[in-house]
């Protein structure tokens, strides 16, 4: 029997609205690379969840929380409560070559990046003094993992808290073995932790953007490509060959116009502008009066 996080991890909004902003508009050489890292890093943390998915006993898994001690706000990939030890995980989807030199970890090219232990060091005090500020006083184990199997890591330090992706078995296996039962105490705590999550405001740190510099039109669900077709109930990609239905297709679009302008009003028109494919103004309203409420009337129509 496998556990559920209470906290499951949802795909970021940040970086939907990259994906979105990649394929409608052309982004700067950095910001390509800062999305691929949104989009490696999100990938890690799913590999990571199926990874848990095997735990068992009773334990909390908790993902993606945010807290803020100490005027400083930092965000924790996972969080395990188990019943005599608090887990602390940050996941890394490094692939390739790297190097570990005098504290600092390298890629093989000589550049250095920003080391993940010490990501992990930092998280792990600030979650030790928001613990013990509600009485918590469990020991937390700090792990740094790397998920993916193309990893590398030369003269790997070996006292550091450092799984490798040839690692990753053993390590559940072991985690396994320690006995697990939760209590009232352990159920509180988790509570507090959930109830001090904060929302975070994706909007921030993001290319700038506009409406008019955005390309319109709808998009397939699976490849993102631009060349896509109505064929009756179907939306088909000439690419992938992916079908979507068109009501699905639509409500996608609606979401996204949502999420790249949370100020806009949904109405018909804006749809249509942004879908492109579908002509029919009738149709696009009967979809969009079927899933949201409609507000206003005649050409004051718009959706929520
Ligand atoms: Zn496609």
């Known amino acids: 029997m496998s556990i559920l996080p209470i906290k499951p991890r949802f795909e970021p909004d940040k970086l939907k609205i990259y994906r979105y902003l990649n394929t409608r508009m052309s982004l700067t050489e950095k910001e390509i690379k800062y999305y691929h890292n949104l ?61 570990y030199e005098s504290g600092k970890f390298y890629t093989l090219s000589g550049n250095d990046i920003k080391n993940p232990l ?89 290319p700038s953007y506009r409406y008019e510099m955005l390309k319109k039109g709808m998009t397939c669900a699976k490849c993102h490509s631009f060349s896509i077709s109505l064929e009756g109930k179907w939306i088909d990609c000439s690419i992938c060959e992916y079908k979507e239905l068109v009501e699905a297709a639509v409500m996608r679009c609606v979401r996204e116009i949502s999420l790249l302008f949370p100020d806009i009003k949904i109405t018909a028109n804006v749809v249509q502008d942004w879908c492109r494919v579908i002509e029919c103004k009738r149709r696009l309203s009967r979809i969009l009066s079927k899933n949201f409420a409609v507000k206003g009337y005649g050409k004051w129509t718009y959706y929520e």
Not at 186 to 192: M, R
């Open 39 to 99: 989009e490696k890093g999100y990938e890690g943390e799913v590999m990571f969840d199926r990874l848990m998915e095997n735990l068992m006993e009773e334990r909390h898994i908790i993902n993606d929380l945010l807290l803020e001690e100490n005027n400083t706000t930092f965000q924790s990939d996972s969080i395990i409560f188990s019943q005599d030890t608090i887990d602390l995980f940050e996941v890394k989807n490094y692939e390739g070559n790297f190097k």
């Open 118 to 206: 010490h990501q992990l060091e930092r998280n792990e005090t600030l979650l030790r003094q928001f613990l013990q500020s509600i009485g918590c006083y469990l020991p937390i184990e700090p792990h740094l993992i790397f998920m993916n199997p193309n990893f590398t890591l030369y003269q790997a330090p070996n006292n550091k808290p450092i799984i490798y992706p040839t690692q990753l078995g053993q390590f559940m296996e072991k985690f396994n073995m320690k006995r697990s039962k939760l209590t009232n105490k352990h159920i509180k705590f988790t509570d507090q932790l959930l109830s001090a999550h904060l929302i975070e405001n994706p909007y921030k740190v993001l």
